[in-house]
């Protein structure tokens, strides 16, 4: 059998989601249902968000820092609340509030960082 027939017959058996996927890649793979949307990258991290009505749970592990971390975000209207907690204690609390096609944030954190942060669909983040 020779080579190119080979990797044809590897290609139709491979998940194609591996394919996909470039070992060691950035890239997140991710699997979903109704209500969970779970990640991967391909360093490691790993992050999942799942939804109960207007409030989503989000878990993950950051590879870098090798930090645990979990938020809760609850959505009013145009308005979203949430907190957050890694497993080196840090603990951080914000808002987000959509304004047309901009969405303000405010973030402060534990550790004493506080930052605003308007994105807009035409001008991105600053």
Not at 26 to 39: G, H, V, Y
Not at 59 to 85: E, I, K, M, P, V
Not at 90 to 107: M, Q
Not at 118 to 123: D, K, M, R, T, W
Request: with cysteine; hydrophobic share 35%; net charge positive.
């Amino acid at each position: 059998m020779n080579l190119p027939r080979v990797l044809a017959l590897l290609m139709l058996v491979m998940p194609t989601s591996l394919l996909a996927m470039p070992k060691g890649s950035a890239l997140a793979l991710c699997t979903r249902s109704a209500t969970l949307l779970a990640c991967q990258d391909g360093k490691g991290s790993y992050y999942s968000v799942r939804t109960e009505g207007s409030t989503f749970y989000l878990r993950g592990y950051d590879f870098d820092s090798r930090r645990l971390w979990a938020q809760t975000n609850s959505r009013y209207g145009t308005l979203t609340f949430f907190t957050g907690l890694a497993s080196d204690g840090e603990a951080w609390v914000g808002y987000s509030r959509r304004v047309g096609w901009t969405t303000l944030n405010r973030v402060s954190s534990s550790s004493g960082q506080r930052f605003n942060l308007h994105c807009s669909l035409i001008g991105g983040c600053r």
